[in-house]
C-alpha cells in the first residue's frame, strides 16, 4: 500500500513540472490554432474605421484565396529561397562539424571559431535585413566597390531582378542559421562511438570513406531533425524579405512569402481571409513534417 | 549550503518562466490570428517608445493627449505656441495641463494603426487616456473626417477665424455633410526644386522664369530630361512627378467600390516608362538613399517635385556638402499645378480639454503672428492668404537654400489654383500600391498588364470591399 502511494506522488510532481509547458502551450499555441480555424469562415475586415462582420460565410475565404494561382507561387517562392539558403547551410556545416569534432586534425581556438559561426544568429534578423539592404542599395558600397573594381559597368539593381533579390534572402538565411546548424551536427556527431572510427581507421578506411560509411548513416536522426526544424522555419520566412524589399516582396512579387501575404491582410484586419491562410500554412507544415518522418521511419526499418 | 543554492536558482527559473506568462497575459485578447503576436509586439514597442520609464507628468496631472507620426508639430508647438513649456522628449506643459506626446512612425501604417485602435476605445477610456488632438495627412483625411471620431470646428467655435486659409486645405478635412472638421498651418502648394548648377550647364540659365520655360509641360519635360540624361544627370525620380499627375485628375480612385485608373495616371505611366528607358529618370523609391543621393551635387539629380515643407525638412541644408547648404536650388512651378502632404490637426472627439484644444488650433493654424513667425523660422510655407502675400513682397521671404530666392508668391498662386474635389478615403492605398506596382513595370520585370492587375490585386488586399 504504503509503496503505490509513493508512486502515485511521483506522478504528481510530473505533472506539477509539465504544467508550466502545458499551460503555456494550451494559451499560445492551441487557443489560437482554434480560433484561427473559426475565424477563417468569418467575412471580419476593416474599412477605415469601420468594422465589416463577422458574417458566416462558410468556405467562402477559401475560395478566394485558391481562385488565383498567387498563393502556391508565394508558396514556391517560399520553398525556393529555403532551398537556395538550406543545401550550402548543411553541407557547410557537415563539412565544418567534420573538421571540429575530427581529433586527428587538432584544430586550434575551436572555441574561438565556434563562437564567431554563430553570431550571425544573434543579430536581429530585421537589422541584418537592414544592414543588406544598406549595403546592397544601388549607390551602396558593394556596387562602388564591384564597379571600381571593374566588374560591372555600372551600377546592379540587386534588388530589382529575381535571382539577385532570393539569392540575397537565400544568404542571408544562410549565414544566420549555419553556426546553429554547425552546432547540432557536431553535437551529433560527438554522439558517435569514437570506437567505430578507430575500427574503421585499423581497417585502413580513408577519411571520405569514414565520412560517407560511418559519420553520415549514423547522423541522420540529427540531420532528419536539422532538416524539419529549418523546413518549418522556412516555410514561416518573413522578417528577412518582408525587411529586405520593404514588405512588397518585388520583383514582381518574386520574393514574397506566404506569411508576408498573410502580413498583406492585415492592414485591413482582415482575420477571415488571414486565418485561411494560416490554415492553409498549418496544413503544408504538416503534411511535409509527415512526409519527412515517413522517409525517415522507412529507410529506418530497411535497414 | 550547496542545496540551498541549487534550491534557490530552481526557483528563480520557475519564476522565469512565469513571469513572461503574466506579463503578456493582459494583451492577448487581440491574439485572434496566427499573426497577432507580430502585432502585439510591434504595438507594445510603440507604446513602450511613446512612455519613457522617466515621466515627469506627477500621478495627479491633467494630460492632453496629442498623436502624431514625427516631431514636425511638436517642434512647432514648442517654438510658437504661447506659454509651452517642454519637459521632455516627449512631455510639456501648457498652465496646469501636461501635454503628452504619442508619436508612432507612419511606417507599415504604423501610426494608423495605433490610431484607430486608440480611438476606437476612445469612448471607454478614461479621461487622462483618451486622444484630445491627434493629426492626418491628406492621403487618409477623409477617412477619419468623415466619421463621428472628429469634431467640427464648429462645435469648438473656431470656424469662423479661417477665412484667410486656402480653401483647398478646408476642402481636405470637410466631411461628406459639409462640416470642416479640422485646420492646418500648412499650404503645401508645391513645385519643382532644380539644381542652379546642371541648370546653367545644361540650358544655359538657372533664372526660374527660363527654367520654367524649360519645364512648362510635360512634353518639355520630357526633353529637359533627355537633355539632362544627356550631360550625365538624371532628371528625377518616376516617384517624384506621381503627384504631380495624381493631383490632375478627372475623377476620383473609387466609383461605386470600383477602382478606376484615370487618364491622367495612365500618362504619368506611359511617360515615366519612356523617360526611364531613355536612362533620364530613376525608379528610387521616395526617402530612400538612393533617391536621396541628388541632395549633394555628386549624385547628379536635376530637381525633386515638392512643397515648401520640402526645404527645411528634406534638403539636409545645415549638413556640409549638399547642394542646399551652398545655397545651389532654385524653385519654379514645374509642368502642372499641385499640392503635396501637409498635416491636419483634429479633434478628437470624446476629449475633456475642448477649450484648450479649440484654442491650440486657433493660435496655431489662424493666429497671423505665429504663422509669420512659422514661415520665417521654419521656412513653412503657412495657410494664411496675408501672411504669403507680405512675404512676397518682402526681403524676410528670401530662402538661402534657394540661393536668395524668394518663392512665395509662386507657392501662393499654386495654392489657390489647386481643386481637391476628386480626393477619395482611399487614395493613400491607391498612390501607394501604383507606384509600388509600376516599380516592376519601368525596370522590365514586368508587361504593363501584368502590373496593372497586380496593383489591382493589391489595392484589393488593402480595401477587401472594392473589386476592379
Not at chain 1, 144 to 162: C, D, I, P, Q, R
Not at chain 2, 103 to 112: E, R
Request: with cysteine; aromatic share 12%; hydrophobic share 40%.
Amino acid at each position: 500500500m504504503k509503496k503505490q502511494s509513493k508512486v502515485v506522488q511521483y506522478n504528481k510532481w510530473g505533472y506539477i513540472f509539465l504544467l508550466p509547458f502545458m499551460i503555456v502551450y494550451i494559451v499560445f499555441q492551441l487557443i489560437p490554432l482554434i480560433s484561427t480555424i473559426y475565424n477563417s469562415f468569418f467575412e471580419n475586415y476593416r474599412v477605415g474605421l469601420q468594422q465589416i462582420g463577422p458574417n458566416f460565410i462558410g468556405i467562402q475565404n477559401y475560395v478566394q484565396l485558391f481562385s488565383t494561382p498567387d498563393i502556391w507561387q508565394y508558396l514556391a517562392n517560399t520553398m525556393i529561397m529555403w532551398i537556395m539558403g538550406f543545401i550550402p547551410q548543411i553541407l557547410v556545416s557537415l563539412l565544418l562539424g567534420a573538421w571540429f569534432t575530427n581529433p586527428s586534425l587538432r584544430l586550434k581556438g575551436q572555441q574561438f571559431f565556434k563562437t564567431v559561426i554563430y553570431l550571425p544568429n544573434l543579430i536581429m534578423a530585421s537589422a541584418f535585413a537592414m544592414l543588406f539592404f544598406t549595403l546592397f542599395s544601388n549607390e551602396g558600397p558593394i556596387n562602388s566597390m564591384l564597379v571600381g573594381a571593374g566588374f560591372f559597368a555600372e551600377n546592379y539593381k540587386w534588388l530589382s531582378h529575381t535571382l539577385s533579390a532570393r539569392s540575397l534572402v537565400a544568404l542571408m538565411n544562410f549565414l544566420m542559421w549555419f553556426g546553429n546548424t554547425t552546432i547540432l551536427l557536431m553535437s551529433g556527431m560527438l554522439g558517435i562511438d569514437p570506437s567505430l572510427y578507430e575500427a574503421a581507421e585499423v581497417d585502413g578506411a580513408s577519411s571520405t570513406q569514414i565520412f560517407y560509411k560511418i559519420t553520415l548513416p549514423l547522423l541522420r536522426p540529427i540531420l532528419i531533425y536539422v532538416m524539419i526544424t529549418s523546413l518549418i522555419g522556412g516555410l514561416q520566412m518573413f522578417d528577412v524579405p518582408q525587411i529586405l524589399t520593404n514588405g512588397t516582396g518585388d520583383p514582381a512579387r518574386t520574393t514574397m512569402t506566404l506569411i508576408m501575404y498573410l502580413n498583406k491582410h492585415l492592414y485591413s484586419k482582415n482575420f477571415g481571409l488571414g486565418g485561411a491562410l494560416s490554415v492553409f500554412l498549418f496544413v503544408v507544415t504538416a503534411i511535409l513534417s509527415i512526409l519527412v518522418f515517413r522517409i525517415n521511419n522507412a529507410t529506418e526499418k530497411k535497414n | 549550503m550547496k542545496n540551498l543554492a541549487r534550491k534557490a536558482l530552481a526557483v528563480m527559473m520557475a519564476a522565469a518562466m512565469t513571469v513572461p506568462m503574466v506579463a503578456c497575459g493582459g494583451s492577448t485578447e487581440t491574439a485572434t490570428d496566427t499573426a497577432a503576436p507580430a502585432e502585439e509586439a510591434a504595438e507594445t514597442t510603440t507604446e513602450e517608445a511613446a512612455a519613457p520609464a522617466e515621466s515627469t507628468i506627477p500621478a495627479d496631472a491633467h494630460i492632453l493627449n496629442i498623436y502624431a507620426w514625427n516631431e514636425e508639430y511638436k517642434s512647432r508647438m514648442e517654438a510658437h505656441y504661447p506659454g509651452y513649456e517642454t519637459l521632455s522628449a516627449t512631455e510639456g506643459k501648457i498652465g496646469d495641463t501636461y501635454v503628452k506626446w504619442n508619436i508612432t512612425p507612419s511606417d507599415d501604417n504604423a501610426y494608423q494603426n495605433n490610431l484607430d485602435e486608440t480611438l476606437l476605445k476612445q469612448a471607454d477610456a478614461a479621461d487622462n487616456d483618451k486622444i484630445d488632438i491627434f493629426l492626418v495627412e491628406a492621403d487618409y483625411a477623409l477617412k477619419y473626417v468623415d466619421t463621428d471620431y472628429t469634431m467640427s470646428m464648429a462645435d469648438l467655435g473656431i470656424d469662423g477665424d479661417m477665412a484667410d486659409q486656402y480653401e483647398y486645405t478646408k476642402q481636405i478635412v470637410t466631411d461628406s455633410n459639409g462640416n470642416l472638421k479640422g485646420s492646418s498651418w500648412q499650404a503645401c502648394s508645391a513645385g519643382l526644386i532644380y539644381n542652379r548648377e546642371a541648370a546653367k550647364e545644361v540650358l544655359g540659365s538657372d533664372d526660374p522664369a527660363d527654367v520654367q520655360a524649360a519645364v512648362a509641360n510635360w512634353d518639355k519635360s520630357a526633353e529637359t530630361a533627355q537633355k539632362m540624361a544627356a550631360a550625365g544627370y538624371t532628371m528625377c525620380s518616376v516617384n517624384d512627378t506621381y503627384r504631380t499627375y495624381s493631383n490632375n485628375v478627372s475623377g476620383k480612385w473609387v466609383q461605386d467600390d470600383k477602382i478606376v485608373l484615370d487618364p491622367n495616371m495612365e500618362k504619368w505611366i506611359d511617360d515615366s516608362k519612356a523617360l526611364v528607358d531613355a536612362g533620364a529618370e530613376d525608379t528610387d523609391d521616395l526617402w530612400g538613399d538612393d533617391w536621396a543621393k541628388g541632395k549633394t551635387p555628386e549624385g547628379k539629380v536635376f530637381c525633386y517635385f515638392g512643397p515648401a515643407w520640402f526645404f527645411n525638412f528634406c534638403l539636409d541644408a545645415d549638413k556640409e556638402g549638399t547642394i542646399a547648404n551652398q545655397g545651389g536650388w532654385g524653385f519654379c512651378e514645374g509642368p502642372q499645378s499641385y499640392y503635396w502632404g501637409g498635416t491636419w490637426i483634429c479633434a478628437a472627439t470624446g476629449t475633456d480639454d475642448a477649450d484648450l484644444v479649440a484654442d491650440i488650433i486657433k493660435t496655431m493654424t489662424t493666429d497671423k503672428a505665429v504663422l509669420k513667425d512659422i514661415a520665417t523660422q521654419d521656412q513653412d510655407c503657412v495657410n494664411s492668404k496675408s501672411v504669403l502675400a507680405e512675404l512676397a513682397g518682402s526681403d524676410e521671404g528670401n530662402m538661402a537654400l534657394l540661393g536668395g530666392q524668394n518663392p512665395y508668391a509662386q507657392l501662393a498662386a499654386g495654392a489657390e489654383g489647386i481643386d481637391l474635389s476628386n480626393l477619395s478615403s482611399y487614395d493613400q492605398g491607391c498612390n501607394e500600391e501604383l507606384q509600388g506596382a509600376m516599380k516592376n513595370y519601368f525596370e522590365g520585370n514586368q508587361t504593363k498588364e501584368e502590373a496593372l492587375d497586380a496593383f489591382y490585386k493589391a489595392v484589393i488586399e488593402k480595401y477587401p470591399n472594392l473589386s476592379k
